[in-house]
């Protein structure tokens, strides 16, 4: 019966892994040199790895994301129209962790968010000028930051940091090798 269960909820990861998000973001990733492009999504970037079934929601804008995290009165992460933004749960050691990833048109616009983000959300140690960042916050979870291209991966809620890290850490691979021009 347990491996039943297991089987069906790795059925279930994998078709809301595989599920596409109908926010367009005019970016595209290529297949090939000589193939045919496609809009790359938030959606895409995710993990299989832990994805909790059912868990991940499309972000239009904040107001969406202030429903299932909120971080400051203001839109600190630029989320609209030119922007394609997920939220996940994923079962991490002891818990579970919050993984928030944001496609923007430029991987200059994803640094310059990044480094806002970093400055507000983070402590002192932050350093805007790295491209990852990992420490734990004042509600003793433990949170992180990476960028890559376009990309701003966030981990804000992690129950500790092996979880953190390896969340952080699968998320940028998969930013990394969807080649985002």
Known sequence: ??????ALRLLAVTLA??????????LSATTGSSGPTKPVRAHDV???????????TALPDQKALDAHYYL??????????KTD????????????????????????????????????FFSGAFDPAGDRFVERIETGDWAGAARRGPVLVIVLEAPDRPSC??????????????RIP
């Open 165 to 178: 890290d390896g969340l952080l850490g699968r998320a940028e691979k998969r930013a990394a090798a969807a």
């Open 85 to 120: 933004a997920v939220i996940a749960r994923y079962e991490a050691g002891t818990g579970e962790s919050l993984l928030l990833l944001v496609v923007y048109p430029s991987a200059k616009e994803a640094g310059r968010v990044y480094r806002r983000f970093g400055r507000d």
């Open 17 to 26: 892994v595989a599920m596409p998000i109908s926010a367009t973001t005019g």
């Open 1 to 6: 019966m347990r491996q039943a269960i297991r």
């Open 46 to 56: 995710l993990p299989a790895e832990g994805l909790v079934a059912g868990s991940v």
């Open 72 to 81: 400051a009165d203001e839109d600190i992460l630029g989320l609209g129209r």
